[in-house]
């Protein structure tokens, strides 16, 4: 279209003008009309005027025309076409339109172009060239901010695919345990499953001390803003910011009495403060609270706050974000809600880091903490209904949701949500851990309807048709919830009838999203204060090094995952190249990459990353196996918690498991409860491996050859089995690391791997709660 315009036909001279990039990507006639028509009607002021008066009155510069039209603003549009010549015919009709100064400098900058060209022709010329380079700028930017968006987008898919196939992993141990409990427990009396309900909260406070410093600071009950202060100030400073366990414990046990007494969920009212504040998900992010606590200022009966959940995980300051929220419900009880999440629970805690965060502050102390840690969690309310009109969840709603049924539930039971609750003998209720399992682990979706979340494999995705009947059921205005990482920190969705707030920034790598909390008035009216914590670290970098530190991020956690799945990967790789020339298609590479991770991410985007310096048509494979064996992926993985590891550091998963197996409560599991559990597994959830298989590996456990196994034997059979895991995992290791020596890396790989490893290094410091970047965003522009 643009090379059979005109101007690109011929000029005065008869001589076909030029088509390289820089003209055909800058002529747009469209443009070149508005120009020569709003040289012919508009003054300075860009109102119309008449023809005496355009004789008079000149643009001062070319940029005040551009900077009053806001021409470079405009797309497209039909009925504009007018060729260049004709354009450049009306120009030159005119010539009192034309500012002198201009003129003169476009000649000297183009100077080689119109060199030649009459005197009466030079104007003319300027003004299309000058037309055309804006045009050319305006499509580069144009270009450039679509490349860095949909990089944005592949490193934001990156990130979330791979926390939903984590959780996913997780919540398919919570469905066998589910599953084989319900078809086992049929027609015998419901056990309590190795676990006991003798509570932890009357206990003595007997700490032992803690190897190394702890802070001398004493904290007493009742809390009161003056503990508060200590804290923030104790847990603000990179060292030093360990409390005494015995006042950890104090925190916690008198935190689990209060909450123990509140309704499952919390009643909250504006009718003394006349406003509310929501926070989301923290994620052990210590420097977002202490922002938001900030900006916002502390808890009071005229500044009532709700947390909604997911206090800890993920973040290396969890268990400071959860003693600092307890310690603030017991300082102010009315203006305090505290909301449970989904990561509120020992099972996801061993998977996702904080089991190890608190082992490694108070290794002599760490198991009597999480067992109190434990009766945090079980006593948190699951929800809050705001002025009766909004409720707040951590997840969402299902087509089944029913707040008199989950007001009535005896949430004690829900020590782990992803394992079977203490029933103390009565069946087991599905209904009710349902309707927890969805108010804690659902997503919204823009089409119609309530299906299972398989991306999360636990909890639903409901439409805006759920939305609408739930709202009109329980006559609610909105619904409030958290549950996913936002790049602006909030989100509306369901004709603005649910709002999605996360509170953590910098939650996949610094610079990756902004955090927000939400502020509400007497009227439910939303306003949004949007921020990102540790702002000075950002400002230092330029946009390309923070794109960096991104993807880098991205990338680092993507090839850990693949990891996993190291071998799989080199087989099927290498069934499509039989010459073994280390290349093949890229259509094969990505078939390859999805068949085995199942990620669901662009892989054709990501080629280049993964398979670094290779060619547009072939991939050399052994440049991805060779990325994820470079020493800063293994040490990532090594620092990482895998399924199987989160399983055996909980101890009390594998006691579950085995008294669900153990059918007639003989304290052993013989053969045929083996078979009846392998044949509920297969039936839905079938494996890769065949029942005899499994029924051989059953019969290894049986260690002392009795024919039966105890608990003992289940226990040090998946201690031996991860052993042997680990052994084999560390002699892949280092046969790959023998190979590496001989042959050595690409520079592409190697250079890849060096900047993964500068752009991931993370420098911890004093959280300084002014160091942040905050806005505040009105409903008419959330």
Same mark, same amino acid.
């Given at each position: 279209m643009l090379r059979s315009c005109v101007c690109l036909r011929s000029d005065e001279d008869g001589k076909r003008r030029g088509s390289s990039v820089e003209d055909a990507s800058s002529c747009r006639s469209s443009e070149i009309e508005r120009v020569g028509a709003s040289m012919q009607t508009l003054g300075p002021s860009g109102q119309p005027q008449s023809v005496a008066a355009q004789t008079t009155t000149r643009a001062s510069s070319l940029l005040q025309f551009f900077h009053r039209k806001g021409w470079c603003k405009h797309f497209r549009k039909p009925l504009r076409g007018m060729s260049a010549s004709r354009a450049e015919k009306t120009i030159l009709m005119d010539p009192s339109q034309k500012d002198d100064d201009t003129l003169r400098l476009g000649l000297r900058l183009r100077h080689r172009q119109t060199e030649g060209t009459p005197p009466e022709k030079a104007p003319m010329a300027c003004w299309a060239v000058a037309i055309r380079a804006a045009i050319f700028i305006q499509k580069w930017y144009r270009r450039h901010q679509a490349r860095r968006e949909m990089m944005r987008r592949c490193n934001w898919q990156i990130f979330q695919n791979l926390e939903y196939a984590s959780e996913q992993d997780q919540a398919e141990v919570r469905t066998i345990r589910r599953r084989v409990h319900i078809h086992i427990s049929r027609g015998r009396k419901n056990q309590h499953h190795g676990e006991s309900i003798i509570s932890l909260l009357d206990e003595k406070d007997d700490m032992m001390d803690e190897l190394g410093d702890t802070v001398n600071a004493k904290i007493e009950m009742p809390i009161r803003k003056s503990h508060i202060d200590l804290l923030i100030d104790?847990?603000?400073?990179? !060292? +030093?910011? @360990?409390?005494?366990?015995?006042?950890?414990? /104090?925190?916690?046990?008198?935190? $689990?009495?209060?909450?123990?007494?509140?309704?499952?969920?919390?009643?909250?009212?504006?009718?003394?403060?006349?406003?509310?504040?929501?926070?989301?998900?923290?994620?052990?992010?210590?420097?977002?609270?202490?922002?938001?606590?900030?900006?916002?200022?502390?808890?009071?009966?005229?500044?009532?706050?709700?947390?909604?959940?997911?206090?800890?995980? !993920? +973040?290396? @300051?969890?268990?400071?974000?959860?003693?600092? /929220?307890?310690?603030?419900?017991? $300082?102010?009880?009315?203006?305090?809600?505290?909301?449970?999440?989904?990561?509120?629970?020992?099972?996801?805690?061993?998977?996702?880091?904080?089991?190890?965060?608190?082992?490694?502050?108070?290794?002599?102390?760490?198991?009597?903490?999480?067992a109190i840690i434990d009766e945090v969690y079980r006593w948190l309310p699951l929800g809050s209904v705001l002025n009766s009109r909004v409720l707040i969840v951590h997840g969402g709603i299902s087509d089944n949701t029913s707040l008199d049924l989950i007001k009535s539930i005896d949430r004690g039971k829900y020590v782990s949500i992803l394992r079977p609750p203490l029933t103390d003998g009565e069946p087991l209720d599905k209904t009710e851990w349902q309707q927890i399992f969805d108010i804690m682990w659902s997503d919204p979706q823009t089409v119609m309807g309530c299906v299972p979340n398989t991306l999360r494999g636990a909890g639903v995705w409901f439409g805006p048709d759920v939305t609408e009947n739930f709202l009109q059921r329980h006559r609610l205005s909105y619904v409030i919830r958290s549950h996913e990482c936002k790049p602006n920190g909030h989100e509306f969705m369901h004709d603005n009838k649910v709002i999605t707030i996360f509170s953590a920034s910098n939650y996949y790598a610094i610079g990756s999203n902004k955090g927000a909390y939400i502020r509400l008035n007497n009227q439910l009216m939303p306003h949004f204060v949007q921020y990102i914590s540790a702002a000075s670290q950002s400002k230092r970098l330029s946009f390309k090094q923070r794109m960096g530190m991104v993807e880098s991020s991205a990338l680092k956690e993507l090839a850990v995952k693949m990891r996993d799945y190291r071998d799989e990967l080199e087989d099927e790789f290498k069934k499509f190249d039989p010459d073994n020339t280390g290349c093949i298609t890229i259509t094969n590479w990505c078939y390859v990459m999805e068949k085995v991770t199942k990620l669901g991410l662009p892989w054709r985007l990501l080629r280049d990353k993964l398979a670094p310096g290779t060619d547009s048509h072939m991939v050399n494979y052994y440049t991805t196996l060779d990325l994820l064996d470079t020493d800063v992926i293994l040490e990532a993985e090594a620092d990482g918690t895998s399924v199987m590891d989160a399983l055996y550091a909980n101890k009390a998963s594998l006691v579950a498991i085995f008294n669900i197996i153990d059918a007639d409560d003989s304290g052993e599991i013989t053969l045929d409860e083996f078979e009846t559990a392998i044949d509920l597994l297969t039936a839905h959830m079938p494996g890769a491996y065949s029942k005899e298989e499994m029924l051989e590996k059953c019969r290894m456990m049986d260690l002392n050859g009795d024919g039966k196994v105890d608990l003992n034997e289940f226990l040090e059979a998946f201690r031996l089995s991860d052993v042997q895991r680990k052994q084999q995992q560390d002699e892949n290791t280092r046969r790959r690391s023998e190979v590496r020596a001989s042959t050595k890396p690409s520079d592409p790989v190697t250079e890849l791997?060096?900047?993964?490893?500068?752009?991931?290094?993370?420098?911890e410091q004093d959280i300084d709660p002014s160091d942040c970047e905050a806005k505040v965003i009105k409903p008419n522009k959330a």
């Open positions: 104790v847990f603000r400073k990179k !060292r +030093g910011n @360990r409390l005494h366990p015995k006042y950890v414990a /104090l925190i916690l046990r008198e935190g $689990a009495k209060s909450l123990k007494q509140l309704p499952n969920i919390s009643m909250v009212s504006t009718a003394v403060s006349q406003q509310v504040t929501v926070c989301g998900d923290l994620h052990g992010k210590l420097d977002d609270l202490l922002v938001v606590l900030h900006k916002n200022g502390l808890p009071s009966s005229s500044n009532p706050y709700v947390f909604n959940g997911d206090f800890v995980d !993920r +973040g290396k @300051r969890g268990l400071e974000v959860l003693l600092l /929220l307890l310690s603030l419900y017991l $300082a102010f009880p009315q203006a305090v809600f505290l909301n449970r999440g989904n990561h509120e629970d020992s099972v996801m805690n061993a998977r996702y880091g904080f089991i190890r965060e608190v082992e490694g502050k108070y290794p002599r102390n760490h198991k009597r903490l999480l791997a060096d900047r993964i490893s500068r752009n991931t290094v993370i420098v």
